[in-house]
């Protein structure tokens, strides 16, 4: 297909979108992290009294809390922070309109395999190019009402009240040792507000990448869904391949709002050397709906799993995810349901594909909590193993103080079946083709919930990651 | 007179792959361009893995003769070539697919054809689809129904044959495609096939079937019966009558293993 020949033709092996592109920061911390590392990080950001302490506060979080010894495997990856730039700051000004972008970074998003979906939403995106926005214009009907789409930093500068009230009260540093990290050093990410009882018919984008070597990647989101608003964010991020292993690791706090709507979209492709390691939580209030809607591609380890505390009556929680593990590759994926009050639902899909080497875990918590009465609960996770080495297992968790509440839990593994393949090439598809409509069709119940630009792009890289499946 | 062959199957001996049971024992088949060639036999003699091995089922390994489509080897090609050199079986069991759909499996077979770089044009697939779905009475949202997942037996055979009137194959080998359907289902798959091959006369098929029945609506040209992996005999659709009347105790005391 034309598509993957454009891909093909960047002369790319193994990981398709892994070129490095010159971009000389005007900023750039020396590797490892102190507190000095994050003076200058807040001093560079001209940044309030009160984060500052909040992010020396963290750093001392993280300093004392052990590395997690469950999920993937860590052991290597002190070593990678002592080698990580904490923070970098490509230009100094965030651009308003697309012609002001620097060439060499408009390249880098072209060259990123969506150019033409790229081009068309340009007039909505917030796009993220190393640690800030470089480039963020925001639709002039979303002004009108009202809605706040920002980076990080201009979200704090700009409505200081605002971005307090909620920052780190969704997931405080204490959460974990990589929360307490990234609110030590966070760095780029988005502030979205949308006012009360605002439907906002096109989705908020973002696209970012990583793109300096041994550069952590520490993106912070806040967003705060207003009663009554409905909402899409959608996050989408590649990364180019570098020798020595690169780090990420996130946090995204959603505040729900009673009776509000808001889906979260990610799709990540992480070069297979780097570490994932998210924290995404959504606080869902009184008859609230949150959905996450998670594809994880790539990367050596991905730890993530989006989750839901459903904090008022009648709240609901959805969360879909795909997660795809290629050769040598973890992907330790799923999702958190906390019920909290009573008649809250939720539900979670998770598929995942392993192929070759690569292993696909599912992890997850379903906690009903004593007075949650009527919560229901049901999660279904689907494994497709594609190749005899490839591996997956199943971790849920789930535990239940409540009689008046129904959880149910299924879990199928399956393989690609011989006689399918056979079905399949008898009608002309090679044994590639095969595989992936099968993986294609695997996926279809959640890449159904994607726009359609997103949809294309994962059925290519699924297309792209099976040629290498036979033989 | 007789025309050219289109399949020459010629001492055809093929085995389970694993297990090595030999099941196919000298088959010899000839069929010429345009002809409807009909198989019958016992259950268990050889009719299904005559067809996957003429389609390249990986499961089986020819172990002597040869298979020709148009002269060209069929055994020495992958079965997406087969498929692209004419071929096309229909399932007597079809295997699900889910979360893909009929119409968009067919694109990606039709797109499958081409060259690299050329893409197929949309309009003109929607267009043969909806045509081949008229031709065979069929709802146009059928064709947005997983491929063989949660259909009926009958629906499945009918997307078989909705498969081959899209593909257009020079051969079709059709496995019990009759059985499972209704009434006037057999009749839309009948008339289908026959519209098929008024549309391209040069189209043969190889027939599977144990009832006489479906042969009252597509006309055979010649009739096998193939009990314990060979082709014990062949003659005029009056063999179907025959076998119809009296059952394979003759042929089965004969030729046994
Ligand atoms: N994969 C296999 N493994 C073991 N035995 C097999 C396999 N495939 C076919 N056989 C055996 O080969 C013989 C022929 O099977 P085949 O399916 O070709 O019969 P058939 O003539 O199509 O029968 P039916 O009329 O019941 O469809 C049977 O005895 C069957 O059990
Ligand atoms: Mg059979």
């Given at each position: 297909?034309?598509?993957?020949?454009?891909?093909?033709?960047?002369?790319?092996?193994?990981?398709?979108?892994?070129?490095?592109?010159?971009?000389?920061?005007?900023?750039?911390?020396?590797?490892?992290?102190?507190?000095?590392?994050?003076?200058?990080?807040?001093?560079?950001?001209?940044?309030?009294?009160?984060?500052?302490?909040?992010?020396?506060?963290?750093?001392?979080?993280?300093?004392?809390?052990?590395?997690?010894?469950?999920?993937?495997?860590?052991?290597?990856?002190?070593?990678?922070?002592?080698?990580?730039?904490?923070?970098?700051?490509?230009?100094?000004?965030?651009?308003?309109?697309?012609?002001?972008?620097?060439?060499?970074?408009?390249?880098?998003?072209?060259?990123?395999?969506?150019?033409?979906?790229?081009?068309?939403?340009?007039?909505?995106?917030?796009?993220?190019?190393?640690?800030?926005?470089?480039?963020?214009?925001?639709?002039?009907?979303?002004?009108?009402?009202?809605?706040?789409?920002?980076?990080?930093?201009?979200?704090?500068?700009?409505?200081?009240?605002?971005?307090?009230?909620?920052?780190?009260?969704?997931?405080?540093?204490?959460?974990?040792?990589?929360?307490?990290?990234?609110?030590?050093?966070?760095?780029?990410?988005?502030?979205?507000?949308?006012?009360?009882?605002?439907?906002?018919?096109?989705?908020?984008?973002?696209?970012?990448?990583?793109?300096?070597?041994?550069?952590?990647?520490?993106?912070?989101?806040?967003?705060?869904?207003?009663?009554?608003?409905?909402?899409?964010?959608?996050?989408?991020?590649?990364?180019?391949?570098?020798?020595?292993?690169?780090?990420?690791?996130?946090?995204?706090?959603?505040?729900?709002?009673p009776r509000a709507y808001f889906r979260y979209t990610t799709i990540q492709n992480w070069s297979n050397n780097m570490y994932n390691l998210v924290t995404q939580r959504a606080l869902v209030h009184e008859g609230a709906h949150m959905e996450w809607l998670d594809g994880n591609l790539g990367s050596k380890l991905t730890m993530k799993y989006p989750s839901c505390y459903l904090m008022g009556?009648?709240?609901?929680?959805?969360?879909?995810?795909?997660?795809?593990?290629?050769?040598?590759?973890?992907?330790?994926?799923?999702?958190?349901?906390?019920?909290?009050?009573?008649?809250?639902?939720?539900?979670?899909?998770?598929?995942?594909?392993?192929?070759?080497?690569?292993?696909?875990?599912?992890?997850?918590?379903?906690?009903?909590?004593?007075?949650?009465?009527?919560?229901?609960?049901?999660?279904?996770?689907?494994?497709?193993?594609?190749?005899?080495?490839?591996?997956?297992?199943?971790?849920?968790?789930?535990?239940?103080?409540?009689?008046?509440?129904?959880?149910?839990?299924?879990?199928?593994?399956?393989?690609?079946?011989?006689?399918?393949?056979?079905?399949?090439?008898?009608?002309?598809?090679?044994?590639?083709?095969?595989?992936?409509?099968?993986?294609?069709?695997?996926?279809?119940?959640?890449?159904?919930?994607?726009?359609?630009?997103?949809?294309?792009?994962?059925?290519?890289?699924?297309?792209?990651?099976?040629?290498?499946?036979?033989? | 007179?007789?025309?050219?062959?289109?399949?020459?199957?010629?001492?055809?001996?093929?085995?389970?792959?694993?297990?090595?049971?030999?099941?196919?024992?000298?088959?010899?088949?000839?069929?010429?361009?345009?002809?409807?060639?009909?198989?019958?036999?016992?259950?268990?003699?050889?009719?299904?893995?005559?067809?996957?091995?003429?389609?390249?089922?990986?499961?089986?390994?020819?172990?002597?003769?040869?298979?020709?489509?148009?002269?060209?080897?069929?055994?020495?090609?992958?079965?997406?070539?087969?498929?692209?050199?004419?071929?096309?079986?229909?399932?007597?069991?079809?295997?699900?697919?889910?979360?893909?759909?009929?119409?968009?499996?067919?694109?990606?077979?039709?797109?499958?054809?081409?060259?690299?770089?050329?893409?197929?044009?949309?309009?003109?697939?929607?267009?043969?689809?909806?045509?081949?779905?008229?031709?065979?009475?069929?709802?146009?949202?059928?064709?947005?129904?997983?491929?063989?997942?949660?259909?009926?037996?009958?629906?499945?055979?009918?997307?078989?044959?909705?498969?081959?009137?899209?593909?257009?194959?020079?051969?079709?080998?059709?496995?019990?495609?009759?059985?499972?359907?209704?009434?006037?289902?057999?009749?839309?798959?009948?008339?289908?096939?026959?519209?098929?091959?008024?549309?391209?006369?040069?189209?043969?098929?190889?027939?599977?079937?144990?009832?006489?029945?479906?042969?009252?609506?597509?006309?055979?040209?010649?009739?096998?019966?193939?009990?314990?992996?060979?082709?014990?005999?062949?003659?005029?659709?009056?063999?179907?009558?025959?076998?119809?009347?009296?059952?394979?105790?003759?042929?089965?005391?004969?030729?046994?293993?």
């Amino acid at each position: 297909m034309p598509t993957n020949e454009v891909i093909h033709g960047l002369g790319l092996d193994d990981y398709k979108f892994g070129f490095v592109t010159d971009s000389e920061p005007v900023f750039r911390a020396r590797p490892g992290l102190d507190a000095d590392i994050v003076r200058q990080i807040a001093a560079r950001k001209d940044e309030p009294e009160w984060m500052l302490k909040r992010r020396l506060r963290a750093l001392a979080i993280y300093e004392s809390k052990p590395m997690p010894k469950w999920g993937g495997d860590l052991s290597e990856l002190e070593e990678t922070l002592a080698q990580t730039y904490f923070y970098s700051k490509p230009h100094e000004q965030m651009e308003r309109s697309w012609e002001d972008v620097p060439e060499n970074i408009k390249l880098t998003f072209e060259r990123l395999g969506i150019p033409e979906a790229e081009r068309k939403i340009l007039a909505g995106v917030g796009a993220q190019y190393d640690s800030e926005m470089v480039y963020h214009s925001l639709k002039e009907e979303w002004e009108a009402k009202g809605v706040i789409f920002d980076s990080i930093e201009d979200g704090l500068r700009n409505h200081p009240e605002l971005f307090r009230r909620h920052f780190g009260t969704v997931i405080p540093a204490a959460d974990n040792k990589f929360a307490a990290l990234n609110s030590a050093v966070w760095s780029g990410g988005s502030f979205v507000y949308i006012p009360p009882g605002v439907h906002l018919e096109t989705p908020l984008q973002a696209y970012f990448r990583v793109n300096q070597e041994r550069l952590g990647q520490f993106e912070r989101t806040l967003i705060i869904a207003d009663e009554g608003s409905r909402a899409h964010y959608i996050e989408g991020c590649t990364a180019p391949v570098y020798s020595t292993d690169s780090f990420h690791s996130g946090v995204i706090e959603i505040v729900v709002n009673p009776r509000a709507y808001f889906r979260y979209t990610t799709i990540q492709n992480w070069s297979n050397n780097m570490y994932n390691l998210v924290t995404q939580r959504a606080l869902v209030h009184e008859g609230a709906h949150m959905e996450w809607l998670d594809g994880n591609l790539g990367s050596k380890l991905t730890m993530k799993y989006p989750s839901c505390y459903l904090m008022g009556e009648g709240a609901h929680g959805e969360i879909l995810s795909i997660a795809y593990a290629g050769d040598g590759q973890h992907q330790d994926t799923g999702g958190k349901v906390i019920h909290v009050a009573p008649r809250t639902t939720s539900s979670i899909v998770s598929k995942s594909i392993s192929k070759g080497t690569g292993r696909a875990s599912y992890r997850g918590l379903c906690k009903v909590y004593d007075g949650a009465e009527r919560a229901r609960s049901n999660v279904e996770c689907d494994a497709l193993l594609i190749n005899e080495t490839s591996r997956t297992d199943t971790f849920p968790y789930i535990e239940i103080d409540e009689r008046s509440a129904t959880v149910g839990h299924e879990a199928t593994v399956s393989k690609v079946g011989d006689e399918q393949l056979f079905y399949l090439m008898s009608r002309g598809l090679d044994e590639a083709e095969a595989m992936a409509l099968i993986v294609r069709g695997f996926i279809e119940p959640i890449a159904k919930e994607l726009p359609l630009e997103y949809a294309v792009e994962l059925n290519r890289l699924i297309e792209l990651e099976m040629e290498g499946s036979v033989g | 007179m007789k025309k050219s062959p289109i399949l020459a199957v010629r001492g055809l001996r093929a085995s389970v792959a694993e297990a090595g049971v030999e099941i196919l024992k000298g088959v010899e088949l000839e069929i010429g361009a345009g002809e409807i060639h009909a198989i019958m036999g016992p259950n268990g003699s050889g009719k299904s893995t005559l067809a996957k091995v003429i389609a390249g089922h990986p499961g089986y390994e020819a172990d002597g003769g040869h298979v020709r489509l148009r002269g060209e080897n069929l055994l020495d090609l992958e079965p997406d070539e087969r498929a692209q050199a004419g071929v096309f079986m229909a399932f007597q069991y079809p295997v699900e697919i889910p979360g893909v759909s009929i119409a968009n499996f067919l694109r990606s077979a039709l797109q499958a054809r081409l060259e690299d770089g050329e893409e197929l044009d949309l309009f003109d697939f929607q267009d043969l689809l909806t045509g081949c779905m008229g031709l065979l009475g069929m709802d146009p949202s059928f064709a947005q129904r997983a491929v063989n997942d949660g259909l009926s037996g009958g629906e499945k055979k009918q997307s078989e044959i909705l498969q081959m009137a899209v593909l257009k194959p020079a051969l079709a080998v059709l496995d019990e495609t009759d059985s499972g359907l209704d009434i006037d289902a057999l009749k839309v798959v009948a008339a289908g096939v026959n519209a098929l091959r008024e549309e391209n006369p040069e189209m043969s098929v190889l027939l599977i079937t144990h009832y006489q029945r479906i042969l009252d609506h597509v006309q055979p040209d010649a009739v096998h019966v193939m009990v314990n992996g060979r082709i014990v005999e062949s003659g005029g659709p009056e063999v179907a009558l025959e076998l119809e009347a009296q059952g394979y105790e003759e042929y089965r005391r004969t030729h046994a293993a």
